[in-house]
């Protein structure tokens, strides 16, 4: 099955995805910034839909555009917002590394264009009523190292994140 | 099925974790005013089994998990390196914790942890695993810098290890992907044969700079080591002998096997990589600006973190050599950087008393009177340092710079013995200081407890074996640089 | 109309990845480049997701440990945060100038 109008839903998205992009990086006050990066990662779980990725896409609206933008708010209430809108925004470097950063923009973009024959023509036939039982598969069978030693990640990351915010230790 | 001979391939791993959990659980049951020292027995006998562990695993060489880990002597060495090097810090901070009162035994459950990471990386041989050891090994450390919470500058120093050191796992993962696409791989061997059957495209050499800034980062290498010194000297200093030793080797580790497996065939061909001028620059330029940032400090933890930039640019000299000779000439230099820098950022640790105030160069003179014994093993290490025969520093140059000579490297070996000269300076500064100046005023020596003697004895005891003794170490890198080649 | 190939993702992917980083360059405050760190590591999921088309499955099972990372990050991130301001009261990077060479 193909997506329907593939090419309009595609500009579509991906002209959301980078103009809230952009506003999260220009924006003064913080929780503007967090509302536009919650429009970039829902515009991209809409492109990884049109990639045959349902599975990815639900996990980022759920965990990333759920959970961590949670966290985001929680560190930003906690920051007096009125302050941090009169302090200065940009730091004095602002300009090399814009020019640095879009140079490198330039190299990715001439890359694409130069390299193209790398990328195979056709594309793999990805599962697309099973999806998500494929890369469960995969997680569960390949993937097991990794996909136990993430736990232990994501043990470090709650050890980190509660000795850091206590009181006093 | 996994076999079991599987699991004793992630045997240090499984017991690293084992005993973290352990000094976890243990925790919450000691009363609160109790000193923390129980755990770090405990995490000390995890990380001896650890190492007790890397030594068993010699007799199980072979990959595991679907190729995802291999053991062979190159990953036993640096098993090796990591887990001594948290014993010996582990060892070290018993005392620390207590002068610096920090009651928390979380400390020593995330050095467990980040040491799994670390072990991780080194035998690793797919990039998602390493990718996901490397984040353990790193957020393990950017917690451990900000644990003297009372200072505002361990806190700063953590928060910007962070900041950048995510910055440059964002960099390395966005080279990941790159070389995904460019090969349709993330498994190192998978890659190198792709890269062979298709000539590098431009995709791949992008990405090998996108993972070469990522982990130029972790590693502190020019022009990518701004954050060395402030996040050294903020973090608590048994923390700082610890990230920059054991989490850089296993950098170390995943870069030797990256790029030189990647490209093993235009190696063994005799012909330059593709990252070779990459890695000559950033060699070249880590040496220079580490040493001379080196010269002007007058904090002893700062001086110690430009030197570690000088030391990482050493390092990448023999990444440029010739591939055997290279190879175990980095590994030996790793081993010999990670005992005496370990040991001189521990003397730093002890000498600098309850928040860390004694640091800066006045406060070591007339140490060789007050405390000789304590004087004298920082100058073996700094002596080491610099590179004086008899110390294993001495060695560790002398084999890298012979690689880089073998390879006809005859520039960068000039860079790397002019910048010699001038570290020189900077370490003996610290000996005169100590056994010439008189002190002005009158600086309390702790009497050094047994856990950081202990760690002392062993880092000298390695600095003097590996300088005397230099050759059963440089046999097992060099069979390790064989096996990693083949 | 084009046909939408793996490259118009790739180029997308490309601008969100500059994006970030200049985030992270040039504001001065530490939520948002935090943000734009997630930026990054989204440009780096629309790359794996993408290329999962030419390659197979495993692309997308790489960013679903890419998405988990992330998550760890952010928790840590903002620990870290939480003591920073207890210290600083403010999220500016005024000292922690990160381009400072």
């Known amino acids: 099955m193909n997506p329907v109008a593939t090419p309009f839903f595609f500009y579509f998205l991906s002209a959301m995805a980078l103009i809230s992009g952009v506003l999260v990086i220009t924006r003064k006050n913080p929780v503007h910034s967090a509302i536009a990066l919650i429009f970039t990662l829902l515009s991209l779980a809409g492109l990884y839909l049109m990639l045959y990725a349902p599975f990815v896409a639900g996990v980022q609206i759920i965990l990333y555009a759920g959970g961590i933008m949670v966290l985001f708010l929680f560190v930003i209430m906690l920051v007096s917002v009125s302050r941090v809108e009169r302090e200065s925004q940009f730091n004095k470097q602002w300009l090399v590394g814009i020019a640095a950063t879009a140079a490198l923009g330039v190299l990715f973009i001439l890359v694409y264009a130069k390299g193209k024959s790398v990328f195979p023509e056709r594309t793999v036939q990805l599962p697309e009523q099973l999806n998500t039982q494929q890369v469960a598969v995969w997680l569960y069978g390949t993937y097991m190292l990794p996909f136990e030693i993430a736990s232990l990640l994501l043990l470090v990351a709650i050890v980190g994140a509660v000795v850091m915010a206590k009181k006093r230790i | 099925m996994i076999a079991t001979a599987d699991y004793i391939r992630i045997l240090p791993e499984i017991v690293l974790t084992l005993f973290g959990l352990i000094v976890m659980f243990v925790d919450p049951l000691l009363p609160e005013s109790r000193n923390v020292k129980p755990l770090g027995i405990i995490a000390l006998i995890g990380s001896l089994g650890a190492v007790a562990a890397s030594i068993y695993q010699m007799r199980y060489p072979g990959p595991a998990f679907w190729n995802f880990v291999v053991v062979d002597n190159f990953s036993i060495f640096f098993h ?191 012909s330059r990589p593709v990252w070779f001028w990459w890695v000559w620059g950033s060699a070249a330029v880590s040496m220079t600006l580490g040493n001379l940032g080196a010269l002007v400090q007058n904090n002893v933890k700062r001086m110690l973190a430009y030197s570690a930039i000088a030391h990482a640019g050493y390092l990448l000299v023999a990444f440029a050599a010739a591939p055997e000779a290279g190879i175990s000439a980095a590994m030996f230099y790793a081993a010999s950087y990670t005992a005496m820098n370990l040991g001189a950022f521990i003397v730093v640790s002890h000498f600098a008393n309850a928040g860390e105030r004694y640091v800066t160069l006045d406060d070591y003179t007339g140490l060789g009177r007050r405390s000789p014994l304590l004087a004298m093993t920082l100058t073996i290490f700094l002596i080491s340092l610099i590179g004086i025969p008899a110390t294993a520093g001495f060695f560790a140059k002398f084999y890298v710079f012979s690689a880089a000579l073998k390879a006809n490297l005859v520039w960068l070996t000039i860079i790397a013995v002019v910048n010699s000269a001038i570290g020189a300076y900077y370490y003996l500064r610290v000996i005169v200081a100590m056994y010439m100046r008189d002190s002005t005023q009158e600086i309390p020596v702790m009497r050094v407890p047994a856990g950081v003697t202990a760690t002392l004895l062993c880092s000298v005891a390695a600095v003097i074996y590996l300088g005397i003794l230099p050759g059963r170490v440089l046999e097992f890198a060099t069979r390790s640089a064989q096996s990693l080649l083949r | 109309m084009v046909p939408i190939t793996t490259l118009h993702y790739l180029v997308v992917a490309a601008a969100l990845f500059v994006l970030g980083t200049i985030g992270v360059l040039t504001r001065r405050n530490v939520v948002i480049i935090l943000m734009s760190i997630e930026l990054i590591l989204n440009a780096v999921n629309l790359n794996l997701v993408a290329f999962s088309r030419l390659y197979g499955l495993h692309g997308q099972v790489f960013a679903v440990f890419v998405i988990t990372d992330a998550a760890a990050e952010a928790a840590v991130g903002l620990g870290i945060l939480i003591a920073f301001f207890r210290n600083k009261e403010t999220v500016n990077m005024d000292e922690v100038d990160l381009l400072k060479w």
């Open chain 2, 80 to 270: 090796l390196l990591v887990t001594i090097a948290a014993a010996l810090v582990i060892m070290a901070s018993f005392e620390y914790l207590r002068v610096q009162e920090i009651r928390a035994g979380e400390y020593f459950g995330l050095i467990l942890f980040g040491t799994v990471g670390m072990a991780l990386m080194s035998s690793a041989v797919e990039l998602v695993l390493i990718f996901i050891a490397l984040e353990i090994s790193s957020i393990s450390t950017y917690i451990l810098a900000g644990f003297r919470r009372r200072d505002a500058g361990s806190v700063e120093s953590s928060l910007k290890y962070f900041l950048l050191g995510s910055f440059a796992t964002a960099f390395f993962l966005y080279g990941i992907a790159l070389m995904f696409g460019a090969t349709g791989s993330t498994d190192i061997p998978q890659i190198a044969s792709a890269l062979r059957l298709n000539g590098a495209p431009l995709l791949a050499y992008v990405a090998y700079a996108l993972m070469f800034v990522g982990l130029g980062f972790k590693i502190a290498s020019a022009p990518f080591h701004v954050w060395t010194p402030d996040v050294y000297e903020g973090a608590p200093s048994p923390v700082v002998a610890f990230m920059s030793t054991a989490p850089k080797m296993a950098v170390f580790a995943v870069l030797l096997r990256i790029l030189f497996v990647t490209e093993s065939p235009s190696l063994l061909a005799g």
